[in-house]
T-cell receptor, first 112, second 116 residues
Framework: KQEVTQIPAALSVPEGENLVLNCSFT??????LQWFRQDPGKGLTSLLL?????REQTSGRLNASLDKSSGRSTLYIAASQPGDSATYLC???????????FGTGTRLTVIP | GAGVSQSPSNKVTEKGKDVELRCDPI?????LYWYRQSLGQGLEFLIY????????KSGLPSDRFSAERTGGSVSTLTIQRTQQEDSAVYLC??????????????FGSGTRLTVV
């Protein structure tokens, strides 16, 4: 069974710092990998989706990379802002599957 | 509606009682998913609907859990004889089926279930 792990579980950084969140998965037969943001009491918001054939995706200050062979993805956040404070989840979709396997998330706090 | 709507937002129930959780997906989204998020755990897949049928129920943890979808729209997740380990946030998501790559999941805000 696919297992998705996120490290660290929590991270606190001062405003303006660049940071990296890590995600690893055990089965490399994935269809795609997606990064979500979850704010307290709210649903998940999709940030970036990387297809299995891609190496990275960028959106504004966010950059996600994928190394399928090693089972790893990173989410890079540049010039962090207090509004970036949230829990970040990565999720993989396996080839032929309909559902997503989620990691346990990294809770990010950006200190003003 | 504009988003995925879930009700109730919070539910406290006594152990042994039955509960129903409702999900109202975005109009036109034929695919609907239920996930469970327990404290300190990642989101756990429960069931997937395509239209009114559920081709994948593999995540339902026991026969106390069931779900249905009617009219290709609203879905209800029912938990019978609730146990304390059922306490979690139950999240619903929908997407257009013509979205084969998996873009465009829209999640609801969830129902926080507490079994006392």
């Amino acid at each position: 069974k696919q297992e998705v792990t996120q490290i660290p579980a929590a991270l606190s950084v001062p405003e303006g710092e660049n940071l990296v969140l890590n995600c690893s998965f055990t089965d490399s037969a994935i269809y795609n990998l997606q990064w979500f943001r979850q704010d307290p009491g709210k649903g998940l918001t999709s940030l970036l989706l990387i297809q299995s054939s891609q190496r990275e995706q960028t959106s504004g200050r966010l950059n996600a990379s994928l190394d399928k062979s090693s089972g790893r993805s990173t989410l890079y956040i540049a010039a962090s802002q207090p509004g970036d404070s949230a829990t970040y989840l990565c999720a993989v979709r396996e080839t032929g599957a309909n559902n997503l396997f989620f990691g346990t998330g990294t809770r990010l706090t950006v200190i003003p | 509606g504009a988003g995925v709507s879930q009700s109730p937002s919070n539910k406290v129930t006594e152990k042994g009682k039955d509960v129903e959780l409702r999900c109202d997906p975005i109009s036109g989204h034929t695919a609907l998913y239920w996930y469970r998020q327990s404290l300190g755990q990642g989101l756990e897949f429960l069931i997937y609907f395509q239209g009114n049928s559920a081709p994948d129920k593999s995540g339902l943890p026991s026969d106390r859990f069931s779900a249905e979808r009617t009219g290709g729209s609203v879905s209800t997740l029912t938990i019978q004889r609730t146990q304390q380990e059922d306490s979690a946030v139950y999240l619903c998501a929908s997407k257009i089926s013509s979205d084969p790559l998996g873009y465009g999941y829209t999640f609801g805000s969830g129902t926080r279930l507490t079994v006392v």
